[in-house]
Protein backbone atom coordinates (compact mmCIF):
# COMPACT_ATOMS: atom_id res chain seq x y z
CA UNK A 1 0.00 0.00 0.00
CA UNK A 2 1.46 3.11 -1.06
CA UNK A 3 0.63 5.35 1.94
CA UNK A 4 1.38 9.06 0.38
CA UNK A 5 -1.10 7.75 -2.48
CA UNK A 6 -3.48 7.05 -0.14
CA UNK A 7 -2.97 10.28 1.91
CA UNK A 8 -3.70 12.31 -1.38
CA UNK A 9 -6.15 10.77 -2.40
CA UNK A 10 -8.04 11.28 1.03
CA UNK A 11 -6.86 14.44 0.46
CA UNK A 12 -8.30 15.62 -2.64
CA UNK A 13 -11.50 13.44 -1.26
CA UNK A 14 -12.46 15.86 2.03
CA UNK A 15 -11.52 18.76 -0.35
CA UNK A 16 -13.92 17.82 -2.94
CA UNK A 17 -17.08 17.61 -0.11
CA UNK A 18 -15.61 20.23 1.70
CA UNK A 19 -16.46 22.07 -1.35
CA UNK A 20 -20.30 20.80 -1.47
CA UNK A 21 -21.13 20.63 2.38
CA UNK A 22 -24.55 18.87 2.74
CA UNK A 23 -27.20 18.77 6.09
CA UNK A 24 -28.79 16.30 7.65
CA UNK A 25 -30.90 14.64 5.66
CA UNK A 26 -29.50 16.03 2.24
CA UNK A 27 -26.04 14.66 1.82
CA UNK A 28 -26.87 13.29 -2.13
CA UNK A 29 -24.23 14.02 -3.58
CA UNK A 30 -22.00 12.89 -0.44
CA UNK A 31 -23.19 9.76 -0.38
CA UNK A 32 -24.01 9.02 -4.19
CA UNK A 33 -20.28 9.71 -4.41
CA UNK A 34 -19.37 7.46 -1.62
CA UNK A 35 -21.68 4.69 -3.30
CA UNK A 36 -19.71 5.15 -6.82
CA UNK A 37 -16.35 5.23 -4.99
CA UNK A 38 -17.61 1.34 -2.79
CA UNK A 39 -18.28 -0.03 -5.72
CA UNK A 40 -15.65 0.68 -7.96
CA UNK A 41 -13.16 -0.73 -4.97
CA UNK A 42 -15.43 -4.13 -5.28
CA UNK A 43 -17.63 -3.62 -2.47
CA UNK A 44 -20.41 -6.13 -2.69
CA UNK A 45 -24.10 -6.01 -0.73
CA UNK A 46 -24.15 -2.03 -1.27
CA UNK A 47 -27.30 -0.24 0.53
CA UNK A 48 -28.07 3.24 -0.03
CA UNK A 49 -30.83 5.74 1.57
CA UNK A 50 -34.29 4.10 1.86
CA UNK A 51 -32.71 0.94 2.01
CA UNK A 52 -30.76 1.72 5.04
CA UNK A 53 -33.19 4.37 7.00
CA UNK A 54 -36.38 3.75 8.84
CA UNK A 55 -38.55 6.70 7.62
CA UNK A 56 -40.77 6.14 10.73
CA UNK A 57 -37.65 6.46 12.97
CA UNK A 58 -36.67 9.37 11.08
CA UNK A 59 -36.05 12.95 13.06
CA UNK A 60 -35.84 16.69 11.88
CA UNK A 61 -36.05 16.09 8.19
CA UNK A 62 -36.97 18.34 5.78
CA UNK A 63 -39.80 18.99 3.79
CA UNK A 64 -40.67 17.32 1.12
CA UNK A 65 -40.20 19.72 -1.26
CA UNK A 66 -37.05 21.01 0.10
CA UNK A 67 -35.66 17.15 -0.52
CA UNK A 68 -36.57 17.70 -4.07
CA UNK A 69 -34.76 21.00 -4.22
CA UNK A 70 -31.75 19.31 -2.59
CA UNK A 71 -31.53 16.29 -5.17
CA UNK A 72 -31.30 19.04 -8.02
CA UNK A 73 -29.15 20.78 -6.45
CA UNK A 74 -26.85 17.32 -5.87
CA UNK A 75 -27.06 16.54 -9.37
CA UNK A 76 -25.76 19.29 -10.49
CA UNK A 77 -22.80 19.79 -8.29
CA UNK A 78 -21.61 16.50 -9.98
CA UNK A 79 -23.50 14.02 -7.81
CA UNK A 80 -23.79 10.21 -9.17
CA UNK A 81 -27.35 10.43 -11.21
CA UNK A 82 -28.06 6.84 -10.78
CA UNK A 83 -27.05 6.23 -6.85
CA UNK A 84 -29.07 9.08 -6.38
CA UNK A 85 -32.38 7.52 -8.09
CA UNK A 86 -31.22 4.34 -5.84
CA UNK A 87 -31.36 6.27 -3.04
CA UNK A 88 -35.03 7.02 -2.75
CA UNK A 89 -35.19 10.34 -1.22
CA UNK A 90 -33.47 9.56 1.54
CA UNK A 91 -29.15 9.75 2.10
CA UNK A 92 -26.51 7.28 3.35
CA UNK A 93 -24.78 4.14 2.58
CA UNK A 94 -23.62 0.77 4.03
CA UNK A 95 -21.30 -1.76 2.39
CA UNK A 96 -20.03 -5.20 3.59
CA UNK A 97 -16.13 -6.77 3.38
CA UNK A 98 -16.80 -10.33 4.11
CA UNK A 99 -14.13 -13.20 4.59
CA UNK A 100 -16.48 -15.81 3.94
CA UNK A 101 -15.31 -17.45 6.98
CA UNK A 102 -17.85 -17.29 9.83
CA UNK A 103 -16.45 -15.19 12.74
CA UNK A 104 -16.73 -12.01 14.04
CA UNK A 105 -18.75 -8.97 12.71
CA UNK A 106 -17.55 -5.15 12.97
CA UNK A 107 -19.22 -2.30 12.15
CA UNK A 108 -17.58 0.56 11.37
CA UNK A 109 -19.25 3.79 11.33
CA UNK A 110 -18.45 7.31 9.83
CA UNK A 111 -20.83 10.63 9.68
CA UNK A 112 -20.94 12.12 6.50
CA UNK A 113 -23.04 15.83 6.86
CA UNK A 114 -22.12 19.64 7.60
CA UNK A 115 -23.17 21.80 10.29
CA UNK A 116 -25.40 25.02 9.71
CA UNK A 117 -23.09 27.75 10.07
CA UNK A 118 -21.64 30.41 7.02
CA UNK A 119 -18.05 29.50 6.50
CA UNK A 120 -14.74 32.04 7.05
CA UNK A 121 -14.25 33.62 3.80
CA UNK A 122 -11.26 35.70 4.54
CA UNK A 123 -8.14 34.50 3.38
CA UNK A 124 -6.96 33.49 6.54
CA UNK A 125 -9.00 30.50 6.00
CA UNK A 126 -7.03 27.83 4.39
CA UNK A 127 -10.17 26.45 2.25
CA UNK A 128 -10.33 29.84 1.11
CA UNK A 129 -6.88 30.41 0.47
CA UNK A 130 -6.36 27.04 -1.53
CA UNK A 131 -9.97 27.17 -3.26
CA UNK A 132 -11.80 24.22 -1.63
CA UNK A 133 -14.35 26.43 0.39
CA UNK A 134 -17.88 25.64 0.62
CA UNK A 135 -20.27 26.77 -2.30
CA UNK A 136 -23.42 26.39 -0.27
CA UNK A 137 -24.75 29.48 1.54
CA UNK A 138 -24.24 28.99 5.38
CA UNK A 139 -23.29 25.42 5.37
CA UNK A 140 -20.15 24.37 6.14
CA UNK A 141 -18.18 20.99 7.16
CA UNK A 142 -17.33 23.03 10.67
CA UNK A 143 -17.07 19.77 12.40
CA UNK A 144 -14.65 17.12 10.08
CA UNK A 145 -17.20 15.10 9.02
CA UNK A 146 -15.53 15.91 5.15
CA UNK A 147 -12.87 14.14 6.70
CA UNK A 148 -14.41 10.84 8.24
CA UNK A 149 -16.42 10.49 4.65
CA UNK A 150 -12.53 10.68 2.84
CA UNK A 151 -11.32 8.37 5.73
CA UNK A 152 -14.16 5.91 5.32
CA UNK A 153 -13.56 5.48 1.82
CA UNK A 154 -9.60 5.12 2.73
CA UNK A 155 -10.08 2.12 5.37
CA UNK A 156 -12.50 0.77 2.43
CA UNK A 157 -9.62 1.26 -0.15
CA UNK A 158 -6.79 -0.45 2.57
CA UNK A 159 -8.93 -3.14 4.07
CA UNK A 160 -9.71 -4.02 -0.02
CA UNK A 161 -5.44 -3.89 -0.35
CA UNK A 162 -5.16 -6.04 2.90
CA UNK A 163 -8.01 -8.55 2.51
CA UNK A 164 -5.66 -11.82 2.41
CA UNK A 165 -4.79 -10.50 5.97
CA UNK A 166 -8.01 -11.03 7.37
CA UNK A 167 -8.76 -14.66 8.90
CA UNK A 168 -12.46 -14.90 9.77
CA UNK A 169 -15.42 -12.75 9.86
CA UNK A 170 -17.08 -9.70 8.29
CA UNK A 171 -16.81 -5.71 8.16
CA UNK A 172 -19.50 -3.71 7.91
CA UNK A 173 -19.30 0.27 6.86
CA UNK A 174 -21.87 2.81 7.97
CA UNK A 175 -21.89 6.21 5.98
CA UNK A 176 -23.99 7.85 8.45
CA UNK A 177 -26.40 10.74 7.38
CA UNK A 178 -28.08 13.43 9.83
CA UNK A 179 -25.44 13.31 12.39
CA UNK A 180 -25.59 17.12 13.29
CA UNK A 181 -28.84 17.20 15.77
CA UNK A 182 -28.55 13.61 16.39
CA UNK A 183 -30.83 12.72 14.05
CA UNK A 184 -29.62 10.20 12.11
CA UNK A 185 -28.13 6.93 13.75
CA UNK A 186 -31.45 6.08 15.68
CA UNK A 187 -33.26 5.84 11.81
CA UNK A 188 -30.40 3.29 11.10
CA UNK A 189 -30.50 1.05 14.16
CA UNK A 190 -34.17 1.09 13.80
CA UNK A 191 -33.56 -0.47 10.45
CA UNK A 192 -31.66 -3.38 11.79
CA UNK A 193 -28.29 -2.16 10.51
CA UNK A 194 -26.77 -3.13 12.99
CA UNK A 195 -28.30 -5.77 14.35
CA UNK A 196 -25.30 -8.58 13.79
CA UNK A 197 -22.97 -6.49 14.63
CA UNK A 198 -20.61 -7.94 17.42
CA UNK A 199 -18.50 -4.88 17.70
CA UNK A 200 -18.44 -1.18 16.81
CA UNK A 201 -16.53 1.21 16.49
CA UNK A 202 -16.82 5.16 15.59
CA UNK A 203 -13.88 8.26 15.78
CA UNK A 204 -14.16 11.93 15.86
CA UNK A 205 -11.32 13.59 14.57
CA UNK A 206 -9.77 17.06 15.76
CA UNK A 207 -11.60 18.07 19.50
CA UNK A 208 -8.86 18.93 22.41
CA UNK A 209 -6.49 16.39 20.93
CA UNK A 210 -3.23 17.46 18.64
CA UNK A 211 -2.07 15.40 15.35
CA UNK A 212 -0.14 12.13 16.40
CA UNK A 213 -2.39 11.46 19.29
CA UNK A 214 -5.07 8.66 19.69
CA UNK A 215 -8.04 7.87 22.23
CA UNK A 216 -9.43 4.87 22.58
CA UNK A 217 -12.76 5.53 24.75
CA UNK A 218 -14.13 8.73 24.61
CA UNK A 219 -16.47 9.56 27.31
CA UNK A 220 -18.87 11.81 28.90
CA UNK A 221 -21.64 12.30 26.15
CA UNK A 222 -24.62 13.92 27.24
CA UNK A 223 -28.07 12.73 26.80
CA UNK A 224 -29.84 15.54 24.29
CA UNK A 225 -33.35 15.86 23.17
CA UNK A 226 -34.03 18.80 20.41
CA UNK A 227 -37.45 20.27 19.89
CA UNK A 228 -39.06 22.10 17.64
CA UNK A 229 -41.73 24.54 19.36
CA UNK A 230 -44.32 26.36 16.96
CA UNK A 231 -46.71 29.05 18.55
CA UNK A 232 -49.48 29.99 16.65
CA UNK A 233 -51.18 33.29 17.79
CA UNK A 234 -53.98 35.29 16.54
CA UNK A 235 -53.16 38.27 14.01
CA UNK A 236 -54.63 41.57 14.94
CA UNK A 237 -53.79 45.79 14.26
CA UNK A 238 -51.55 46.89 16.42
CA UNK A 239 -53.15 50.42 17.44
CA UNK A 240 -56.77 49.84 16.30
CA UNK A 241 -57.33 45.82 17.87
CA UNK A 242 -54.64 44.83 19.65
CA UNK A 243 -56.69 43.45 22.19
CA UNK A 244 -58.15 40.91 19.79
CA UNK A 245 -54.98 39.64 18.95
CA UNK A 246 -52.88 36.70 20.78
CA UNK A 247 -49.43 37.46 20.02
CA UNK A 248 -47.37 34.34 19.80
CA UNK A 249 -44.19 36.62 19.66
CA UNK A 250 -44.29 37.71 23.33
CA UNK A 251 -45.01 33.89 24.48
CA UNK A 252 -42.02 32.49 22.44
CA UNK A 253 -40.03 35.44 24.04
CA UNK A 254 -41.24 34.40 27.50
CA UNK A 255 -40.39 31.10 27.68
CA UNK A 256 -37.16 31.54 26.21
CA UNK A 257 -35.93 33.73 28.99
CA UNK A 258 -37.92 31.08 31.39
CA UNK A 259 -35.93 27.96 29.69
CA UNK A 260 -32.76 29.79 30.08
CA UNK A 261 -33.38 30.12 34.01
CA UNK A 262 -34.26 26.39 34.48
CA UNK A 263 -32.35 25.32 37.85
CA UNK A 264 -29.33 23.31 37.10
CA UNK A 265 -29.77 19.84 38.48
CA UNK A 266 -28.14 18.97 41.83
CA UNK A 267 -26.52 15.30 40.52
CA UNK A 268 -24.48 16.43 37.51
CA UNK A 269 -24.03 18.74 34.46
CA UNK A 270 -27.27 20.09 32.44
CA UNK A 271 -27.54 22.34 29.54
CA UNK A 272 -30.23 24.04 27.56
CA UNK A 273 -30.54 26.37 24.92
CA UNK A 274 -32.51 28.38 22.74
CA UNK A 275 -30.80 28.38 19.57
CA UNK A 276 -33.02 30.17 16.85
CA UNK A 277 -36.47 32.12 17.52
CA UNK A 278 -37.84 33.56 14.63
CA UNK A 279 -41.36 35.33 14.95
CA UNK A 280 -43.85 37.57 13.54
CA UNK A 281 -45.23 39.50 9.96
CA UNK A 282 -44.79 42.88 10.12
CA UNK A 283 -44.11 46.15 12.59
CA UNK A 284 -47.82 46.69 13.11
CA UNK A 285 -48.98 43.43 13.37
CA UNK A 286 -49.63 41.58 16.47
CA UNK A 287 -47.62 38.74 15.94
CA UNK A 288 -49.68 35.57 14.66
CA UNK A 289 -46.51 32.60 14.76
CA UNK A 290 -43.73 32.25 15.89
CA UNK A 291 -40.84 29.04 16.16
CA UNK A 292 -38.52 28.28 18.60
CA UNK A 293 -35.36 25.52 18.01
CA UNK A 294 -34.41 24.36 21.36
CA UNK A 295 -31.65 21.84 22.70
CA UNK A 296 -31.47 20.56 26.29
CA UNK A 297 -28.83 17.92 27.82
CA UNK A 298 -27.94 15.92 30.87
CA UNK A 299 -25.20 13.65 31.97
CA UNK A 300 -27.42 11.45 32.80
CA UNK A 301 -30.28 10.54 30.96
CA UNK A 302 -31.96 11.63 34.60
CA UNK A 303 -30.69 15.44 34.23
CA UNK A 304 -31.72 15.76 30.45
CA UNK A 305 -35.11 14.02 31.04
CA UNK A 306 -35.62 16.75 34.09
CA UNK A 307 -34.73 19.67 31.46
CA UNK A 308 -37.09 18.68 28.75
CA UNK A 309 -39.92 18.27 30.75
CA UNK A 310 -39.00 21.42 32.83
CA UNK A 311 -38.76 23.52 29.19
CA UNK A 312 -42.14 22.00 28.16
CA UNK A 313 -44.07 23.13 30.88
CA UNK A 314 -42.68 26.45 30.52
CA UNK A 315 -43.41 26.49 26.79
CA UNK A 316 -47.19 24.68 27.45
CA UNK A 317 -47.87 27.66 30.11
CA UNK A 318 -46.52 30.49 28.60
CA UNK A 319 -48.94 29.24 25.89
CA UNK A 320 -51.34 29.79 27.56
CA UNK A 321 -50.45 32.60 29.18
CA UNK A 322 -50.73 34.18 25.51
CA UNK A 323 -53.56 32.63 24.33
CA UNK A 324 -51.49 30.58 21.68
CA UNK A 325 -51.63 27.11 20.26
CA UNK A 326 -48.61 25.11 20.81
CA UNK A 327 -47.00 22.50 19.11
CA UNK A 328 -44.28 20.70 19.76
CA UNK A 329 -41.84 18.54 17.44
CA UNK A 330 -39.26 16.21 18.47
CA UNK A 331 -36.49 16.97 15.80
CA UNK A 332 -33.60 14.91 17.33
CA UNK A 333 -32.06 13.30 19.90
CA UNK A 334 -29.72 11.01 21.69
CA UNK A 335 -28.38 9.26 24.76
CA UNK A 336 -25.03 8.56 27.03
CA UNK A 337 -22.56 6.71 26.10
CA UNK A 338 -19.66 4.13 27.76
CA UNK A 339 -17.50 2.69 25.79
CA UNK A 340 -16.29 -1.34 26.25
CA UNK A 341 -12.94 -1.55 28.39
CA UNK A 342 -11.62 -4.70 27.04
CA UNK A 343 -12.60 -3.40 23.61
CA UNK A 344 -10.74 -0.21 24.16
CA UNK A 345 -7.77 -1.79 25.30
CA UNK A 346 -7.74 -4.38 22.39
CA UNK A 347 -7.70 -1.20 20.61
CA UNK A 348 -5.03 0.67 22.43
CA UNK A 349 -3.00 -2.57 21.75
CA UNK A 350 -3.25 -2.50 18.02
CA UNK A 351 -2.29 1.23 17.68
CA UNK A 352 0.57 0.54 20.01
CA UNK A 353 2.19 -1.54 17.95
CA UNK A 354 1.80 0.69 14.76
CA UNK A 355 4.08 2.99 16.19
CA UNK A 356 2.88 5.95 14.76
CA UNK A 357 1.38 7.79 17.48
CA UNK A 358 3.28 9.80 19.88
CA UNK A 359 0.92 9.39 22.39
CA UNK A 360 -2.49 7.13 23.09
CA UNK A 361 -4.84 8.21 25.92
CA UNK A 362 -6.88 5.05 27.61
CA UNK A 363 -9.71 7.61 28.01
CA UNK A 364 -10.53 11.25 26.41
CA UNK A 365 -13.17 13.84 27.98
CA UNK A 366 -15.95 14.59 24.98
CA UNK A 367 -17.48 17.54 25.31
CA UNK A 368 -21.16 17.69 23.73
CA UNK A 369 -23.44 14.63 22.90
CA UNK A 370 -23.13 12.12 19.97
CA UNK A 371 -25.43 10.45 17.61
CA UNK A 372 -22.93 7.47 17.33
CA UNK A 373 -24.77 6.73 21.24
CA UNK A 374 -27.66 4.58 19.22
CA UNK A 375 -25.56 2.43 17.47
CA UNK A 376 -23.63 1.69 20.83
CA UNK A 377 -26.02 0.78 22.33
CA UNK A 378 -28.17 -1.28 19.89
CA UNK A 379 -24.71 -3.15 19.78
CA UNK A 380 -24.37 -3.04 23.40
CA UNK A 381 -27.70 -4.41 24.39
CA UNK A 382 -27.81 -7.22 21.78
CA UNK A 383 -24.30 -8.55 23.83
CA UNK A 384 -21.86 -7.18 21.59
CA UNK A 385 -18.76 -4.43 22.18
CA UNK A 386 -18.55 -0.63 21.52
CA UNK A 387 -16.13 2.33 21.89
CA UNK A 388 -15.97 5.72 20.47
CA UNK A 389 -12.38 6.80 19.55
CA UNK A 390 -10.77 10.15 19.70
CA UNK A 391 -8.40 11.13 16.63
CA UNK A 392 -5.76 13.60 17.27
CA UNK A 393 -5.86 16.25 14.40
CA UNK A 394 -4.69 20.09 15.41
CA UNK A 395 -7.79 22.40 14.39
CA UNK A 396 -7.64 26.34 13.63
CA UNK A 397 -10.83 27.18 15.73
CA UNK A 398 -13.59 25.70 17.95
CA UNK A 399 -15.98 22.80 16.10
CA UNK A 400 -19.15 24.81 14.37
CA UNK A 401 -17.06 27.53 14.25
CA UNK A 402 -17.13 29.02 10.43
CA UNK A 403 -13.09 29.14 10.88
CA UNK A 404 -12.64 25.52 11.66
CA UNK A 405 -10.27 23.66 9.77
CA UNK A 406 -8.13 20.49 10.63
CA UNK A 407 -4.65 19.21 9.83
CA UNK A 408 -5.45 16.92 7.07
CA UNK A 409 -2.24 14.70 8.14
CA UNK A 410 -4.50 13.27 10.50
CA UNK A 411 -6.03 11.67 8.09
CA UNK A 412 -3.93 8.79 6.89
CA UNK A 413 -2.82 8.28 11.24
CA UNK A 414 -6.41 7.47 11.12
CA UNK A 415 -7.08 5.18 8.89
CA UNK A 416 -3.88 2.70 9.50
CA UNK A 417 -5.19 2.99 13.44
CA UNK A 418 -8.59 2.23 12.55
CA UNK A 419 -7.70 -0.56 9.93
CA UNK A 420 -5.14 -2.11 12.56
CA UNK A 421 -8.00 -2.39 15.08
CA UNK A 422 -10.10 -4.55 12.50
CA UNK A 423 -7.83 -6.38 11.72
CA UNK A 424 -6.79 -7.02 15.55
CA UNK A 425 -10.81 -7.91 15.84
CA UNK A 426 -11.51 -10.17 13.18
CA UNK A 427 -8.02 -12.03 14.04
CA UNK A 428 -8.49 -11.80 17.54
ZN1 LIG B 1 -20.63 18.52 15.18
ZN1 LIG C 1 -18.92 15.96 14.59
Given amino acids: MDF?????????????????????????????????????????????GRQVINPDAVMGRPSEDEISEHIKRAVMQGGNL??????????GVTAELDTGVPGPVLALRFDIDCVEVCEDESSEHRPVRENFASMNTNLAHACGHDAHAAMGLGIAEMLIARESFLKRGKIKLIFQPAEEGCRGAYAMTQAGIVDDADYFLAMHIGGALPTGTFGVNSLGYMATTKLDAKFTGVPAHAAGSPSSGRNALLAAASAALAIHSIPPHSAGKMRVNVGVLQAGTGRNVIAPNALMKLEVRGSTQEISDYACSRAVEILNGA??????????????????????????????????????????????KAGGS???????????????????????????????NGSFDLDERAMLYGVRAMTAIAEAILNN
Fill in 4 to 48: RELEREMIRTRRDFHRYPEAAWTEFRTSSIIAERLERLGYKNLRV
Fill in 82 to 91: GWIKEMNRYT
Fill in 319 to 364: SVMYGTDLELIKTGESLTAQGNEDLAQLAAQAVKNLNIFDFIFDST
Fill in 370 to 400: EDAAWFMHRVQERGGKATYMALGSTITAPHH
